[in-house]
């Protein structure tokens, strides 16, 4: 028995160096592919990167064209509230200048004031959106090239 524990350990003292070896072998292989794995991903995370920076101009395009819509949303609310008003205006001075001819008696005669009253409120209103027209901003676009 102890010829055959001796025996045992000499062949582990020849096998445990040998076995050594082979695991330094094999951690060098592994650390070789790791090493190119990790140089491929520095590849990819780079063209990736370049793709990400071709689609920043687009978004700057869409985001110019988001804030010249919402310039053209607000003028044209503001030319609505304005009309509005010249409307309202408008109507209202038309009711009293009717209300103060029925009590005379006197609608029949006035018709062309009431025509000119008409074109008055007309005429506010169109100068009022040609007004709005002029201010009226307009966003070009450019379009640059890069070169890479």
């Not at 010249?68 to 003028?75: L, R």
Request: no cysteine; aromatic share 6%.
């Amino acid at each position: 028995m102890d010829q055959l524990l001796g025996a045992i350990a000499q062949l582990f003292r020849y096998l445990l160096p040998v076995a050594g070896v082979v695991a330094l072998v094999y951690l060098a292989i592994l650390f070789k592919k790791v090493i190119e794995t990790l140089k491929e991903f520095d590849k990819t995370l780079a063209i990736v990167n370049e793709q990400v920076r071709k689609l920043d101009t687009p978004l700057e395009t869409i985001e110019n064209v988001s804030k010249s819509v919402d310039d053209v949303n607000a003028k044209a609310r503001e030319v609505v509230v304005e009309t509005a008003k010249s409307l309202d205006k408008g109507s209202k001075q038309v009711k009293e200048w009717l209300a103060d001819k029925k009590a005379d008696g006197t609608i029949k005669e006035n018709v062309e004031k009431v025509k000119s009253v008409a074109n008055d409120v007309k005429d506010t209103v169109v100068e009022k959106v040609n007004e709005k027209r002029e201010d009226r901003r307009e966003f070009p676009v450019y379009h640059s090239q890069e070169e890479e």
